[in-house]
Structures are given as structure tokens and as C-alpha cells.
């Protein structure tokens, strides 16, 4: 089974907030990720991360960023918060070549 | 680019039935093709894979997926379900050799008593 951990699984929050989601694995892969998921639709890739010190945009456009300063650690940061930046936030890590991605359970967040 | 299209956005069935979930996909290079579910309020855990070889994959819970190149199709399939099979189901396929992902817009498989 993965090791790969988010937290936290739920927030709720007022605009304008700050925010930072974790995520972590313990399984050593340099490749990390960052999808957004609304209800009904697809993943869409939002960050990537190739190894430390490395971060890249994904597919959809979006207002976070990310850091990526050990192999483990993957956080994703919205300095803003805004109503539209509700839906739900996966993160998942993959090893070399076309090893599947391994997926945490999910933050779901509410900008109110 | 590459693109994947689930067919269905839901699929009810009886439990005990069997069930084929559509996917299809479009790639002009070698693709590499996933199947993963979610079930509520979890992320994504990978049901099968296809990379090469035998185009019959079988994967975890009875599941299996048919690679078929000339009509670029990877469809699931599955004897006979059951209600904890219940769960939204996406497929995904290799948008190069880095392993960034596209996926379809999922299935929802509702199987009733």
C-alpha cells in the first residue's frame, strides 16, 4: 500500500486566508504531483516536480504555487484564498520511468 | 495531443452482473494506458495497467482491461460485480516517457442489490 499523506483532509476557510496543503511519502520518488479535481470532471494537473529543486506548471492554469526542498515534502500554497479556489486537491508521487502514480486520500477545500 | 474519453458517465447494474466500462483514447505515439478507482472520499488507488506485452490485463478485485491499438480503445471489464464495487472509475493514459498523466472524466458504477 502507499505512503503518501495529505493533510488536511478537510478545510473550510474564509477569503483571503493564506493557505498551505501538505503533502508527503515516504516511498523515496523523486516524481511528485498536484491534481484538482471538481465533481464530475477530470483530474487536472496543476504542479509537477521531477526531483528537489525542481517545480513546473501543469496543464490547468492555476494561482497556487509549490516548493519542493526534500524528496518527501510537496506542499502546495495558495497566498490568497478565493471562493473559486474551492474543489478538492490530489497529491501523488510516482518512481522512475512509467511507474504508476500513488495517490493520497484528498483535501477537500471550501473557500467560503 | 493526447486525449482519453470515458463513454459513460455512469453505469448502473445489478450486483452479481457483469460490466464493461468504455474508454477510448487518441495518442499519435506509443501509449501507456491505467485504470484507477476512487471510492468516496479517497483518492485514486490503481486498479491495472497496460505498458507492452499481452494485450489482457488483469488487475486487483477482478478486474481486467483489453488494449485494442487498431480501434484505441482500453476497456474495463468484470464477470460479475458487487456492491463494494461501487465507486467512480478513470481512465488514464501516458502523455509521454516523463509519466505525467491524462485522464478521462471518469465512470461512476453504481451497483445495486
Known amino acids: 500500500e502507499a505512503d503518501i499523506y495529505q493533510t488536511p483532509r478537510y478545510l473550510v476557510i474564509g477569503t483571503g486566508k493564506k493557505i498551505t496543503l501538505e503533502c508527503s511519502q515516504t516511498?523515496?520518488?523523486?516524481?511528485m504531483y498536484w491534481y484538482q479535481q471538481d465533481p464530475g470532471m477530470e483530474l487536472h494537473l496543476i504542479h509537477y516536480?521531477?526531483?528537489?529543486?525542481?517545480?513546473e506548471k501543469g496543464d490547468l492554469s492555476s494561482e497556487s504555487t509549490v516548493s519542493r526542498i526534500r524528496t518527501e515534502h510537496f506542499p502546495l500554497t495558495l497566498e490568497s484564498a478565493r471562493p473559486s479556489h474551492t474543489s478538492q486537491y490530489l497529491c501523488?508521487?510516482?518512481?522512475?520511468?512509467?511507474?504508476?502514480?500513488?495517490f493520497g486520500d484528498g483535501t477537500r477545500l471550501s473557500i467560503l | 495531443a493526447q486525449s482519453v474519453t470515458q463513454l459513460d458517465s455512469q453505469v448502473p447494474v445489478f450486483e452479481e452482473a457483469p460490466v464493461e466500462l468504455r474508454c477510448n483514447y487518441s495518442?499519435?505515439?506509443?501509449?501507456?494506458l491505467f485504470w484507477y478507482v476512487q471510492y468516496p472520499n479517497q483518492g485514486l488507488q490503481l486498479l491495472l495497467k497496460?505498458?507492452?506485452?499481452?494485450?489482457l490485463v488483469k488487475g486487483i478485485n477482478g478486474f481486467e482491461a483489453e488494449f485494442n491499438k487498431s480501434q484505441t480503445s482500453f476497456h474495463l471489464r468484470k464477470p460479475s460485480v458487487h456492491i463494494s464495487d461501487t465507486a467512480e472509475y478513470f481512465c488514464?493514459?501516458?502523455?509521454?516517457?516523463?509519466?505525467?498523466?491524462?485522464f478521462g472524466k471518469g465512470t461512476k458504477l453504481s451497483v445495486k442489490p
Open positions: 501523488a508521487s510516482s518512481g522512475t520511468g512509467l511507474q504508476p502514480q500513488h
Open positions: 516511498m523515496g520518488h523523486d516524481k
Open positions: 516536480s521531477y526531483g528537489v529543486n525542481s517545480t
Open positions: 495518442s499519435s505515439v506509443s501509449v501507456y
Open positions: 497496460y505498458l507492452s506485452g499481452s494485450t
Open positions: 488514464a493514459v501516458n502523455s509521454g516517457s516523463q509519466g505525467n498523466l491524462i
